[in-house]
C-alpha cells in the first residue's frame, strides 16, 4: 500500500491536531492561514484516507485513585493462546495499553493500579499466558 502524500498545509493541520484535538476548525485555520471550512475539508480527507484514525484525551491516572503505573514486558508461554491472551488484556480496566513487539519480549503492557496490591493481584493473573518483566514508573517525562 503506498502512502498518501501530504502537503505542507496537511501536515500543518496535523500538528496543530497532534499538539490539541480540541481546537476548532476555525482555530487551526487561523494558524495555518485558511479558513475553517477549509480545514474541516482537509481534516476529513485526513480521516477517510486512515491518516487521522481519531481523537483521544491524555488523563492523570492517579487523580482517579490509581497512583501505581507499571510497565509490564510479556514473555508468553509457547503453549499459551494469544488470541486469548488479547482478549483478557482488551477486558481488564487496569490495562491502559498493550503493544505487540519484536524483540524483548511479546507484549508490552501498561498498567494503572490502586495500590500494589491491586497490580500484584494483574501481575498473578497474567501467570496464566506467560512470565513477565514489571517495571514501577517514578515520574513521566512526556
Not at 9 to 23: M, N
Not at 115 to 138: M, P, Q, V, W
Request: with cysteine; charged share 30%; hydrophobic share 35%.
Amino acid at each position: 500500500m503506498t502512502e498518501p502524500l501530504l502537503d505542507e498545509l496537511d501536515r500543518r493541520i496535523l500538528d496543530c491536531l497532534v499538539e490539541d484535538a480540541t481546537r476548532s476548525h476555525k482555530e487551526i485555520g487561523q494558524l495555518v492561514h485558511l479558513t475553517g471550512q477549509a480545514v474541516g475539508a482537509r481534516i476529513r480527507k485526513l480521516e477517510e484516507s486512515g491518516i487521522v484514525e481519531g481523537y483521544t484525551i491524555r488523563y492523570r491516572p492517579e487523580r482517579l485513585g490509581k497512583p501505581v503505573h507499571a510497565l509490564v514486558t510479556v514473555f508468553m508461554h509457547p503453549a499459551s493462546s494469544h488470541a486469548s491472551f488479547q482478549r483478557f488484556v482488551a477486558e481488564d480496566d487496569r490495562v491502559a495499553e498493550t503493544v505487540r513487539v519484536s524483540g524483548e519480549g511479546c507484549y508490552w503492557l501498561r498498567v494503572h493500579a490502586g495500590t500494589h496490591d491491586e497490580l500484584n493481584a494483574f501481575l498473578d493473573e497474567l501467570l496464566k499466558y506467560g512470565n513477565y518483566r514489571c517495571s514501577l514508573s517514578i515520574g513521566r517525562i512526556k
